[in-house]
């Protein structure tokens, strides 16, 4: 069994951004800036959002960090929003969710401009992503392919299984999996919480993606020898030995299915610290298209 260990090939892809930021620097050019827009104070949205800041510090990008009151209006939103589009010097920029209850995310995702929607949500993205364009991807589904690429795991003619069927993660994987090219050429089944008989699809499968959020949920006897396993699932459990009074758990039960398993990511340190690098390397992209819109 191998671990796909996200934590150590993030940092490759971050020193690999640094190195690209280096070379802007001294060729006297702009470097890459990045907002995030949190509205609210959701404890994991925090935390998140300051991960995203703090890679932006280590790569060398710039970053605007705008803290909205959670009884922000959806107008409010709106209106920083179409400001951030308007700003020549911001590259990409991301609204945190989950949202307040007030605020409609389908329309403050609609509202972004698609060119420096870096977190690869808005329909022209996606609708291109489908069609095998070139553009954003969503950071999640990006970082698995950058897993799956840098350890290279097999996945042509592959079964594969994702398990969820959230725009975030589980729609694009499923799209991004029976795809041309590698990673990719396999063939995907999409499961969900009206699957029946999800055993029986998942004890065929070479490469199971999860991302359900229900910790523990897939057992040993739900996978065949030798597979490949995702784990996007990230649940805070209550543990009282634990010295924080919680563990962070997967969708996967760990010591169990890792012992059949000939790739899996560990969690935490696999999937998450993947969706910052590739954040930035978004980000890094929404500058490069932007200059060469400019030299034109």
Same mark, same amino acid.
């Given at each position: 069994?191998?671990?796909?260990?996200?934590?150590?090939?993030?940092?490759?892809i971050?020193?690999?951004?640094?190195?690209?930021?280096?070379?802007?620097?001294?060729?006297?050019?702009?470097?890459?800036?990045?907002?995030?827009?949190?509205?609210?104070?959701?404890?994991?949205?925090?935390?998140?959002?300051?991960s995203?800041v703090?890679?932006?510090?280590?790569?060398?990008?710039?970053?605007?960090?705008?803290?909205?009151?959670?009884t922000?209006?959806?107008?409010?939103?709106?209106?920083?929003?179409?400001?951030?589009?308007?700003?020549?010097?911001?590259?990409?920029?991301?609204?945190?969710?989950?949202?307040?209850?007030?605020?409609?995310?389908?329309?403050?995702?609609?509202?972004?401009?698609?060119?420096?929607?870096?977190?690869g949500?808005?329909p022209?993205?996606?609708?291109?992503?489908?069609?095998?364009?070139?553009?954003?991807?969503?950071?999640?589904?990006?970082?698995?392919?950058?897993?799956?690429?840098?350890?290279?795991?097999?996945?042509?003619? !592959?079964?594969?299984?994702? &398990?969820?069927?959230?725009?975030?993660?589980?729609? *694009? %994987?499923? @799209?991004? $999996?029976?795809? =041309?090219?590698?990673?990719?050429?396999?063939?995907?089944?999409?499961?969900?919480?009206?699957?029946?008989?999800?055993?029986?699809?998942?004890?065929?499968?070479?490469?199971?993606?999860?991302?359900?959020?229900?910790?523990?949920?897939?057992?040993?006897?739900?996978?065949?020898?030798?597979?490949?396993?995702?784990?996007?699932?990230?649940?805070?459990?209550?543990?009282?030995?634990?010295?924080?009074?919680?563990?962070?758990?997967?969708?996967?039960?760990?010591?169990?299915?890792? !012992?059949?398993?000939?790739? &899996?990511?560990?969690v935490?340190?696999?999937?998450? *610290? %993947?969706? @910052?690098? $590739?954040?930035? =390397?978004?980000?890094?992209?929404?500058?490069?298209?932007?200059?060469?819109?400019?030299?034109?």
């Open positions: 069994m191998q671990l796909l260990d996200g934590k150590k090939v993030s940092d490759e971050k020193n690999e951004i640094a190195a690209e930021v280096q070379k802007m620097k001294d060729n006297n050019e702009k470097v890459p800036h990045l907002a995030a827009v949190i509205v609210g104070n959701d404890g994991a949205s925090l935390t998140y959002v300051g995203k703090k890679a932006c510090e280590k790569v060398g990008f710039e970053s605007t960090l705008v803290k909205m009151p959670s922000t209006s959806e107008t409010e939103l709106l209106k920083k929003i179409k400001e951030l589009n308007e700003d020549d010097n911001i590259d990409g920029f991301i609204v945190q969710l989950p949202l307040p209850d007030q605020i409609d995310t389908q329309k403050v995702l609609m509202a972004i401009d698609p060119s420096k929607d870096v977190d949500f808005h022209e993205n996606f609708g291109k992503m489908a069609l095998d364009m070139t553009t954003f991807i969503p950071a999640t589904p990006f970082g698995i392919l950058e897993l799956l690429e840098r350890y290279n795991v097999e996945t042509k003619g !592959k079964h594969t299984v994702v &398990i969820g069927r959230s725009h975030i993660v589980g729609r *694009p %994987m499923s @799209i991004l $999996m029976g795809r =041309k090219g590698f990673p990719g050429n396999s063939t995907v089944t999409l499961t969900h919480s009206h699957t029946k008989n999800i055993t029986q699809i998942t004890s065929q499968a070479d490469i199971i993606i999860t991302a359900l959020g229900v910790p523990n949920y897939l057992k040993a006897e739900m996978v065949k020898d030798d597979v490949v396993i995702i784990d996007v699932g990230i649940t805070r459990v209550a543990d009282e030995r634990a010295e924080k009074g919680y563990v962070i758990t997967g969708d996967v039960d760990f010591d169990n299915v890792s !012992k059949k398993a000939s790739f &899996i990511t560990p935490p340190g696999g999937v998450g *610290p %993947m969706t @910052i690098a $590739m954040l930035m =390397k978004n980000t890094l992209l929404a500058r490069e298209q932007k200059r060469l819109k400019t030299a034109l």
